[in-house]
């Protein structure tokens, strides 16, 4: 009785298949800190800044760098003109807002959306004191981060969101690569089809008692049955009387 050889266990490939899910959870994961990280941004900037209504004057401990005046986007204009700031330095240099595609951008403080009016840049970290002069009109004023702070946000939002795609994009692909390999692997390690790989049944080479079957060789009992050569009578019949009687 023989059988097939069990085939050998074969290992299954896992790498590229376990790169490709890490790299896909490593994509959502940087696509969602991109955002958060970039909305946290403006959003601490915004709520840690001052805000009084002009005209009047406020005192603000800012960072050395660029910074803007911001009122409400339904409120009224403010100019440079109408504006003093002092820092540890002196005076400081302001300007109107201006951008050259007509672009206005905004940030949020609560339910109000404020727009950049006045733009300037701390010479140094420090207290500086902003003044609006009462020929201004009367209008909020947000004491911000500069007007620049929303496109940086967006490049670092944008940013992350073309690391996350392409990050995705090679994890698919590896992982669609590992599923292919893994499959055929998995077909390589199975025996092989047809009558070759399952060995001889027993029972069908030689069956016992079929190759001669006592009593139907020579049955005893038929080759001369005793009795039937010369029946004692039935060979000659029986003799006359004696002539003469």
Not at 56 to 67: C, N, S
Not at 185 to 207: F, V
């Amino acid at each position: 009785m023989t059988y097939a050889a069990p085939a050998p266990e074969v290992n299954k490939p896992k790498g590229a298949l376990i790169t490709g899910i890490v790299l896909v959870v490593l994509s959502i994961i940087v696509f969602i800190g991109g955002i958060a990280m970039g909305g946290v941004t403006v959003a601490r900037a915004v709520n840690d800044a001052k805000v009084f209504t002009a005209p009047g004057e406020v005192t603000a401990t800012l960072d050395a760098g660029d910074h803007a005046l911001w009122t409400p986007k339904t409120g009224m204009y403010l100019f440079a003109s109408d504006v003093t700031i002092t820092g540890p330095s002196g005076n400081v240099t302001v300007t109107d807002y201006a951008t050259s595609n007509n672009t206005t951008v905004s940030v949020t403080r609560g339910t109000t959306d404020y727009t950049p009016e006045v733009t300037f840049n701390a010479p140094t970290t420090g207290s500086y004191t902003v003044v609006v002069a009462d020929t201004a009109n009367t209008t909020d004023v947000l004491v911000g981060p500069s007007s620049d702070i929303v496109g940086s946000t967006l490049l670092i939002v944008g940013g992350s969101i073309g690391v996350a795609f392409l990050l995705g994009t090679i994890g698919v692909v590896l992982f669609i690569v590992g599923l292919v390999k893994r499959s055929k692997a998995k077909r390589a390690g199975q025996p092989p089809m047809g009558p070759g790989g399952y060995g001889t049944p027993p029972g069908y080479g030689a069956q016992p008692g079929y190759a001669a079957q006592p009593g139907y060789g020579s049955q005893p009992g038929y080759g001369a049955q005793p009795g039937y050569g010369a029946q004692p009578g039935y060979g000659q019949p029986p003799a006359g009387p004696p002539p003469g009687t």
